[in-house]
């Protein structure tokens, strides 16, 4: 009996030793413990990320962590810093799972995504990345980055060094260097694999190689991400192609910007979403990701028919000045004009960027084509398409979606926010809006002016639901122990500013972003601080094994 009252006592003493709350301490605790908090957010409603309703709660903050999640208020006096929260809300930093950051080690502080209310970007999609990815990731590190940055290892990337432009399977020994291109890159702290099937040369490649590949990438942890071979006409079998890579390799997929392209196709979500759910009943774990954009943005080549660009540039030039291929590429051109990209109007490509004559950025090809005396039909679009390809490519925004689909995607309990959008600067071409505006056009538009979603919904989807999908380790919710990643919006005024016709705006209404526990953005004022860090899975990932299931979405 003494043994116990002496052990009780000995708890007692060790609880009452650990409390580092200000009911816990004596009189003269201040001289022991200078400060409880380096940051005291108070007053604001805490949307913690799971989908849980919003509770008015003060956040502390110590070092890079959350330490104190409290529904009664905190004092005061015992933190360095207070941000006065009352009104507002405080929630996880978003995390977008589709970003392109090839600019980051020449625009590292990442303004255009921070301002946005962004504390982690997930690079390398499409099937584009970094590679070897260690020398990368190692020169983003010692540069600083502005937010927490992780990096998909890219298919076309890696065919592209192994068969560069080849139109044909890989051999047995070239399957095998990338198989080991891709254990490489996920060695070195990639979160997994991506592909961009509809681009040169990952067109080129059918479903085993793909599925060879991504095996390799489940065999470590990681994830699938898959640009859809095609998004227009041939929708549905994409969309089946990626479940079926999915089933075979036992990895987890995200159908990236999932959309539907071109009038012919406006509805199919319909089917998308039935399929989504179809394959998730029979053990395949697939997610969505979307912007919430009726317009999309790539490479003028998008229209050009892949076989006509297979070998290069070169080979391209070479077909284009035989009559008889000639011909054909611009039939199917006229084709994708009419039926994918093109929205079977010239108006509806805006021209974005166009190195070799930028006053024609912000304009239309149809407006090119009346510049140039031209009638302005889909086949002088074709042409000019053509003639661009020639002088060296061009980026474009295309108008081509209907937003019924992009309504009854976001609502989907699988479906999470991404942004699709790449570092940029104000004056930096004429790009789409999604680079500025991605998440509080969700918030602002979707939320509070559509209600298509609520707000604790939208917050998951921006937030514990990536960070879960992508197995992120003490990310994406609020609460006690994880990484103060926080970003502080104003539910009444936060919106999107930037337009198709003036793109470069920041957003109104998210007056706090804090990374890392620093903050990044003050009182709507972007600070520059580089308080992000470079997340290697393995690293900052759950352990391997563990499920990356992103939950049901509420």
Same mark, same amino acid.
Request: glycine letters at 12%; aromatic letters at 6%.
């Given at each position: 009996?003494?043994?116990?009252?002496?052990?009780l006592?000995?708890?007692?003493?060790?609880?009452?030793?650990?409390?580092?709350t200000?009911?816990?301490?004596?009189?003269?605790?201040?001289?022991?413990v200078?400060?409880?908090?380096?940051l005291l957010?108070?007053?604001?409603?805490?949307?913690?990320g799971?989908?849980?309703?919003?509770?008015?709660a003060?956040?502390?903050?110590?070092g890079?962590?959350?330490?104190?999640? %409290?529904? +009664?208020?905190l004092?005061? =006096?015992? /933190?360095?810093r207070v941000i !006065?929260?009352? @009104?507002?809300?405080? $929630?996880p930093?978003?995390i977008?799972l589709?970003?392109?950051?090839?600019?980051?080690?020449?625009?590292p502080?990442?303004e255009?995504?921070v301002?946005?209310?962004l504390?982690?970007s997930l690079?390398?999609?499409d099937?584009?990345s970094?590679?070897?990815?260690?020398?990368y990731?190692d020169?983003?590190?010692?540069?600083?980055?502005?937010?927490?940055v992780?990096?998909?290892?890219?298919?076309n990337?890696i065919?592209?060094e192994v068969?560069?432009r080849?139109?044909?399977?890989?051999?047995?020994?070239?399957l095998?260097r990338?198989?080991?291109?891709?254990?490489?890159?996920?060695?070195?702290?990639?979160?997994?694999l991506s592909t961009g099937?509809k681009?040169i040369?990952?067109?080129? %490649?059918? +479903?085993?190689?793909v599925v =060879?590949? /991504?095996r390799?990438a489940? !065999?470590?942890? @990681?994830?699938?991400? $898959?640009?859809?071979?095609e998004?227009g006409?041939?929708?549905?079998?994409?969309?089946?192609?990626a479940i079926?890579?999915?089933?075979?390799?036992?990895?987890?997929?995200v159908?990236?910007?999932?959309?539907v392209?071109?009038k012919?196709?406006?509805?199919?979500?319909?089917?998308?979403l039935?399929m989504?759910?179809s394959a998730?009943?029979?053990g395949?774990?697939?997610?969505?990701?979307?912007?919430?954009?009726t317009?999309?943005?790539?490479g003028?080549?998008i229209?050009?028919?892949?076989?006509?660009m297979?070998g290069?540039?070169?080979?391209f030039?070479?077909?284009?000045?035989d009559?008889?291929?000639?011909?054909?590429?611009?039939?199917e051109?006229?084709?994708?004009?009419?039926n994918?990209?093109g929205?079977?109007?010239?108006?509806?490509?805006?021209?974005?960027r166009?190195?070799w004559?930028p006053?024609?950025?912000?304009r239309?090809l149809r407006?090119?084509?009346?510049?140039?005396?031209l009638?302005?039909t889909?086949?002088t679009?074709a042409?000019?398409?053509?003639?661009?390809?020639?002088?060296?490519?061009a980026?474009?925004?295309?108008h081509v979606?209907e937003?019924?689909?992009?309504?009854?995607?976001?609502?989907?309990?699988q479906?999470?926010?991404?942004?699709d959008?790449?570092?940029?600067?104000?004056?930096?071409?004429?790009?789409?809006p999604r680079?500025?505006?991605?998440?509080?056009?969700v918030?602002?538009?979707?939320?509070?002016?559509?209600?298509v979603l609520t707000?604790?919904?939208a917050?998951h989807?921006?937030?514990?639901q990536?960070?879960?999908?992508?197995g992120l380790r003490?990310?994406?919710?609020?609460?006690e122990?994880?990484?103060?990643d926080?970003?502080?919006?104003?539910p009444?005024t936060v919106?999107?500013r930037?337009?198709?016709e003036?793109p470069?705006?920041y957003?109104?209404g998210?007056?706090?972003?804090?990374v890392?526990?620093?903050?990044a953005?003050d009182g709507g004022?972007?600070?520059?601080?580089?308080?992000g860090?470079?997340?290697r899975?393995g690293v900052?990932?759950?352990?391997?094994?563990?499920s990356v299931?992103?939950?049901?979405g509420?």
């Amino acid at each position: 009996m003494r043994a116990h009252v002496v052990l009780l006592a000995l708890a007692v003493a060790a609880c009452t030793s650990s409390g580092d709350t200000a009911s816990s301490r004596g009189p003269d605790s201040a001289s022991v413990v200078a400060e409880a908090y380096d940051l005291l957010i108070t007053g604001g409603t805490v949307i913690d990320g799971t989908g849980s309703p919003g509770v008015r709660a003060d956040v502390g903050v110590r070092g890079d962590r959350i330490v104190r999640v %409290s529904t +009664t208020a905190l004092p005061t =006096a015992d /933190a360095a810093r207070v941000i !006065d929260a009352t @009104g507002l809300v405080v $929630s996880p930093g978003f995390i977008d799972l589709h970003a392109h950051l090839d600019p980051l080690l020449r625009l590292p502080e990442a303004e255009s995504a921070v301002r946005q209310g962004l504390t982690t970007s997930l690079g390398g999609p499409d099937g584009g990345s970094p590679f070897p990815l260690a020398p990368y990731l190692d020169s983003a590190g010692k540069l600083g980055v502005g937010m927490n940055v992780a990096f998909l290892a890219g298919h076309n990337t890696i065919r592209s060094e192994v068969m560069g432009r080849a139109n044909r399977a890989p051999t047995a020994a070239e399957l095998a260097r990338m198989q080991a291109m891709v254990a490489q890159a996920m060695g070195e702290g990639a979160w997994g694999l991506s592909t961009g099937l509809k681009y040169i040369p990952g067109a080129y %490649s059918r +479903t085993p190689e793909v599925v =060879a590949l /991504a095996r390799v990438a489940a !065999d470590s942890g @990681g994830i699938y991400t $898959s640009h859809l071979r095609e998004e227009g006409l041939g929708l549905i079998e994409g969309v089946g192609e990626a479940i079926r890579i999915g089933r075979e390799s036992g990895i987890p997929i995200v159908l990236t910007h999932h959309k539907v392209v071109g009038k012919p196709m406006w509805g199919a979500s319909v089917r998308t979403l039935a399929m989504v759910d179809s394959a998730r009943a029979d053990g395949v774990d697939v997610m969505m990701d979307q912007y919430p954009y009726t317009a999309t943005y790539t490479g003028i080549s998008i229209l050009v028919p892949a076989w006509a660009m297979a070998g290069g540039n070169d080979e391209f030039r070479k077909r284009v000045n035989d009559p008889a291929l000639r011909d054909s590429i611009l039939r199917e051109i006229v084709f994708n004009l009419e039926n994918d990209r093109g929205g079977g109007d010239l108006s509806r490509v805006q021209l974005a960027r166009v190195a070799w004559q930028p006053d024609l950025e912000g304009r239309t090809l149809r407006d090119w084509a009346v510049e140039r005396g031209l009638p302005p039909t889909l086949e002088t679009g074709a042409q000019l398409v053509v003639d661009a390809m020639l002088k060296g490519g061009a980026s474009a925004i295309y108008h081509v979606l209907e937003e019924d689909d992009v309504e009854r995607i976001m609502r989907h309990p699988q479906t999470m926010i991404a942004s699709d959008g790449r570092l940029t600067a104000p004056g930096e071409g004429h790009p789409h809006p999604r680079w500025y505006g991605t998440f509080p056009r969700v918030l602002a538009r979707y939320v509070r002016e559509r209600g298509v979603l609520t707000l604790p919904q939208a917050v998951h989807k921006m937030t514990g639901q990536p960070a879960a999908r992508l197995g992120l380790r003490d990310r994406g919710t609020l609460v006690e122990g994880a990484y103060a990643d926080i970003t502080i919006f104003d539910p009444a005024t936060v919106a999107d500013r930037a337009t198709f016709e003036d793109p470069h705006q920041y957003p109104d209404g998210i007056p706090y972003v804090i990374v890392n526990g620093t903050v990044a953005v003050d009182g709507g004022r972007f600070v520059g601080v580089r308080a992000g860090r470079v997340l290697r899975r393995g690293v900052d990932g759950i352990p391997v094994g563990t499920s990356v299931a992103g939950g049901a979405g509420r």
